[in-house]
């Protein structure tokens, strides 16, 4: 198999179709392996750590959960992890997914005082019968795994929401601060593509809310004869419409990475359309990886970027948007 920089060398010699059609006659949208994506562009050093692994020939849910944590144990990063804005009674509740090349999937749902929900869904995958495990029952799994229990919010989170207080208006803020949560997509050198998705969730969310980001299907979703998509930005808009599950069947029907990712922006914007509501103040950014190692992004609003590791280096890409 050609690589990429084979092929630009060697696609005019005519050793790749150059109708850019497959046996089965669907469009080939190439690409490289390995590579790891991850949204928003602060994922660069998440990437870093993941291509630790990929680059030496490792497997792409050792790379995605080791890239994921990177953002997860920031403090800095105020809507990952330790450190996460809380929800408006001042509980930090954290929220992730995992899903391997066979479609093996894990996740946590509103885990409180565990800094890293990405590698605790991991071992729900790998360790129970079940897919998903919520609250109370997700912190006593946690335990029970040997994770250690702690304080998520950092005192900088803290003001935040004590701030938040003063006028308590729930407002999704489009783009905040360019770095939510972060989902993240990689194809090993083996061709084994997995993803992962973790968050704190919407600052000042509700008590016991719980978005996209953990569901199989809505922020992540990963089939290893199409490929895999994850999801960004206001979480209830990605659920309703199956987002990553979309973009995934979107790419197995022989759409690019991109067109896929558009496909789901428009059926957000016509579904709101339809109800006659706004979305001025929403932000959903789609990013999807195929099987074949091409990738894409496309989100509703400008603003939306990403992080991309291959054979041509660690570097960000900003989305095409729909308004
Ligand atoms: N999608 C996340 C959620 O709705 C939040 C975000 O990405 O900003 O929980």
Not at 4 to 12: I, W
Request: proline residues 3%.
């Amino acid at each position: 198999m050609l690589n990429r920089k084979q092929f630009l060398k060697t696609g005019l010699l005519g050793t790749i179709p150059l109708s850019g059609l497959g046996f089965s006659g669907k469009k080939k949208h190439v690409g490289s392996k390995p590579v790891v994506i991850a949204t928003w562009f602060t994922a660069l050093r998440a990437n870093e750590a993941a291509w630790e692994i990929l680059g030496n020939g490792g497997y792409a849910l050792d790379a995605v959960e080791a890239g994921v944590m990177v953002e997860e144990n920031d403090p800095k990063n105020m809507s990952v992890g330790y450190g996460g804005r809380p929800d408006r009674e001042g509980n930090v509740s954290l929220d992730a997914c995992i899903m391997d090349e066979r479609g093996e999937c894990g996740a946590v749902v509103f885990l409180q005082n565990y800094k890293n929900p990405i590698s605790v869904a991991r071992k729900v995958m790998e360790e129970t019968p079940h897919i998903m495990l919520a609250g109370k029952g997700a912190q006593q799994f946690a335990k029970e795994q040997g994770f250690e229990e702690m304080d998520l919010l950092t005192p900088e989170a803290k003001k935040a929401w004590e701030n938040w207080l003063k006028t308590s208006e729930y407002k999704p803020v489009v783009n905040i601060e360019n770095h939510d949560t972060i989902g993240m997509l990689a194809l090993d050198a083996d061709g084994r593509l997995c993803g992962a998705c973790t968050t704190s969730g919407a600052a000042w969310k509700m008590h016991g809310r719980v978005g996209d980001s953990p569901i199989i299907g809505a922020g992540l979703f990963v089939d290893p004869e199409a490929g895999g998509a994850c999801a960004t930005g206001l979480g209830e808009e990605v659920v309703k419409t199956a987002g990553s599950a979309l973009i995934v069947e979107m790419m197995r029907q022989g759409h690019s990475p991109e067109e896929a990712c558009k496909i789901a922006v428009d059926r957000i914007i016509s579904r709101n359309k339809k109800a006659g509501k706004s979305l001025k103040n929403t932000q959903v950014g789609y990013l999807a990886l195929n099987k074949d190692g091409a990738f894409g992004a496309y989100s509703i609003q400008k603003g939306f970027n990403y992080a991309v590791y291959n054979e041509d280096g660690n570097r960000r890409l900003d989305s095409g948007f729909r308004v």
